[in-house]
C-alpha cells in the first residue's frame, strides 16, 4: 500500500506500496498554491479552498496541456491540506506506472482512509484495465467515507483514454476545469516572482530575452531559471543578458 505521510520534507521521499514497491515522489515546498496563476479559471481556487476542507465526498478534475501547471496545482493543495492538519497524499500516475498493473489493487490499498488524495497524470494509469478498475474501486471507497480527490489528466473526462467506462463516469461527475497557457505577461510575471524567491532581480528586458529564447511552458521556463541561478552563485556574477546568453548558449 501506499504510506501517507504527515509531513512535506522535500529532500525525504517516503511514498511507497508495500514493502517491496517503493515510490519517490518529492514535493516541492515552493510549489504553494499563492504562487499560481489563476487567470485563466478564476473561480478555481475558491473550488480548491472548500474542497480541500470539504467532509463531503468530492472529486476535482483539472486538465490541460503539459507546461500549464498541472503538478504545481496538485502539490499546492496537498501543502494546503497538511498545514491544516488534513492526512493526505500526492501521488505520481507515471511513477505508479512502474508497479507492475496486476498489483494495483495492492499498490492503492489503504488509501481510501485519507481526507484528500491527489493525484497527477491520472490519464497515464486508467488506459491499463487493471488499474482503472483499481481506481474505480478507490473512488467508490473515499466517495463514501467522505473523502476528497483532486485528480490532473491531459485531457478531459469524456476524451480521455479510459480503459473501464464505468471510471469514466464517475469522473464526468467531478468538477472539471481546464488549465490554459499562460500567455506571455503572465510567464512574465511568474519568472520575476519565483526569481524573487530565490533572492534574484531580473529586469523586464531580460525577462523578455528569455521567453523570446526559452521553450515554453513552466517547467522549461522553471528550469531556465534554476540553471541561471545556480550558475550566477557558482561564478558569483549577476543574471545580464550576456551572461545569460553565455550560459543557455543563446
Not at 492526512?87 to 490499498?109: H, M, R, W, Y
Not at 481510501?112 to 493525484?119: D, K, M, R, T, Y
Not at 469522473?171 to 510567464?187: K, T
Amino acid at each position: 500500500m501506499i504510506a501517507p505521510s504527515a509531513t512535506v520534507t522535500p529532500a525525504k521521499p517516503t511514498t511507497s506500496c508495500s514493502p517491496q514497491l517503493t515510490l519517490g515522489v518529492t514535493l516541492n515546498a515552493q510549489q504553494q498554491l499563492g504562487d499560481f496563476n489563476f487567470s485563466g479559471a478564476p473561480a478555481l481556487l475558491k473550488t480548491l479552498e472548500t474542497l480541500v476542507f470539504s467532509q463531503h465526498g468530492e472529486c476535482l478534475y483539472v486538465y490541460g496541456q503539459a507546461g500549464v501547471g498541472k503538478s504545481h496545482l496538485l502539490q499546492g493543495c496537498v501543502l494546503m491540506a497538511q498545514e491544516a492538519g488534513a492526512d493526505t497524499v500526492f501521488i505520481s500516475g507515471t511513477e505508479l506506472l512502474k508497479i507492475p498493473a496486476q498489483q494495483a489493487n495492492e499498490c492503492l490499498a489503504g488509501l481510501e482512509g485519507v481526507s484528500l488524495l491527489c493525484i497527477d497524470d491520472l490519464d497515464q494509469l486508467i488506459a491499463n484495465l487493471d488499474w482503472a478498475q483499481a481506481w474505480f474501486h478507490l473512488y467508490n471507497q473515499l466517495m463514501q467515507r467522505g473523502g476528497c480527490i483532486v485528480a490532473s489528466s491531459n485531457s478531459s473526462p469524456r476524451q480521455v483514454d479510459c480503459a473501464l467506462e464505468d471510471l469514466r463516469s464517475r469522473l464526468q461527475l467531478a468538477n472539471v476545469f481546464q488549465l490554459q497557457p499562460l500567455d506571455d505577461d503572465a510567464c512574465a510575471l511568474m519568472l520575476q516572482t519565483k526569481a524573487k524567491q530565490k533572492g534574484l532581480e531580473l529586469s523586464d528586458e531580460l525577462v523578455a530575452f528569455v521567453l523570446a529564447r526559452s521553450a515554453r511552458g513552466l517547467p522549461n521556463l522553471l528550469a531556465v531559471l534554476d540553471q541561471l541561478d545556480a550558475a550566477s552563485w557558482h561564478e558569483k556574477r549577476r543574471i545580464t543578458i550576456p551572461f545569460v546568453k553565455q550560459i543557455m548558449r543563446w
